[in-house]
């Protein structure tokens, strides 16, 4: 029975808010992007060939705006195109039910509301088939074959990790570019985040972490991938790769951070999140804002947004329209 037990629980631990019992200095340690906590030496930022403009107030415009600016015209462009849909680690029981004691459990409604507003414009969809404990080479690689495969150019939203495998697919094959309309990375954390360096460094999260990727077939190196000193290594190893890209690709990068409401409870991860603020990291509860922002791109900064409530429903804590977001950011996407 713990055996059944087990996955479930270390799942919903580790999506929800696994930081709980964190000791404060440790996660603030980690909070300083892969200095001591991490055991190596500050990653220096790259700059990017291309300076991307902050479209915030662009954003902020077209929320308010009816169908969020979404005429006719602007469907019948986005109908050319197939969006694809790209979740990030450790997800595999938000989109599949699991069993749990002979019954089919279904932890929630990953991108839910996302497949909702492409259906009610009458846009094609497919949610990316990743494998979410898998190291990124290996996500970029199957998604890149579904992007070669794909009948239209394709739109791409990804959550979270769902970015860096995007991001590595298009580096990896360059020609693909020419099929991609646009890239809308949600949250992504291509500069890490330091919440997975406080896990892979205590002891008892660790074991629990292995385990539980061990069970659903991965390893902790996809864990590990997620360290501010990897993901920086990645970024500037490939940063003429990724210069070239976002110099002939549309991409807008969404970043979020939800600032401490005292005396109340505000995001589902706020324990992480505040912690990663008295670190003087502006944070969604799992990665950093500044992370969030891809090199070179176009983006969007918003506070009030943590990293759930973007593609899941967590309305009794922090409500969010996630149809209208989805609908603006394509509005954008297809006017540049």
Not at 66 to 87: I, N
Not at 213 to 241: C, I, V, W
Not at 288 to 317: C, N, Q, R
Request: aromatic share 8%.
């Amino acid at each position: 029975m713990l055996k059944k037990i087990f996955p479930v629980l270390g799942l919903v631990l580790f999506q929800i808010n696994y930081c709980f019992a964190a000791p404060r200095p440790a996660l603030e340690a980690a909070g300083r992007m892969g200095e001591a906590a991490a055991g190596s030496v500050p990653v220096p930022a790259t700059a990017p060939a291309r300076a991307g403009r902050d479209l915030t107030e662009d954003y902020t415009r077209l929320l308010r705006a009816p169908d969020q600016g979404l005429g006719e015209v602007e469907k019948a462009e986005l109908r050319k195109y197939k969006v694809l849909l790209v979740r990030g680690f450790l997800t595999g029981a938000y989109v599949e039910p699991f069993e749990l004691f002979g019954r089919k459990i279904n932890v929630g409604r990953y991108f839910k509301d996302q497949m909702a507003a492409l259906d009610e414009l009458g846009v094609e969809y497919a949610l990316a088939d990743i494998d979410s404990v898998m190291l990124p080479g290996h996500n970029a690689a199957k998604l890149a074959g579904e992007i070669r495969n794909c009948e239209k150019p394709v739109i791409i939203i990804s959550h979270s990790d769902g970015g860096m495998y995007a991001l590595q697919a298009l580096v990896e094959n360059p020609g693909l570019a020419a099929r991609v309309r646009g890239f809308i990375p949600l949250q992504a954390p291509f500069n890490g985040t330091p919440v997975a360096v406080f896990v892979s460094g205590n002891r008892l999260l660790s074991a629990a972490m292995s385990k539980l990727l061990g069970h659903f077939g991965g390893t902790m190196a996809a864990l590990e991938s997620l360290k501010p000193d990897e993901r920086g290594g990645y970024q500037r190893e490939n940063s003429a790769a990724i210069a070239a890209l976002v110099s002939r690709l549309n991409v807008l990068s969404f970043a979020s951070w939800k600032a401490e409401r005292h005396n109340r409870f505000d995001t589902l991860l706020e324990f992480s999140r505040d912690l990663m603020l008295r670190s003087g990291l502006d944070n969604d509860g799992l990665v950093p804002a500044d992370s969030a922002v891809l090199a070179g791109s176009d983006y969007i900064k918003v506070e009030g947004v943590d990293h759930v409530v973007t593609v899941m429903s967590a309305d009794s804590i922090l409500k969010f329209d996630r149809r209208a977001f989805t609908r603006a950011l394509l509005a954008m996407t297809i006017s540049r």
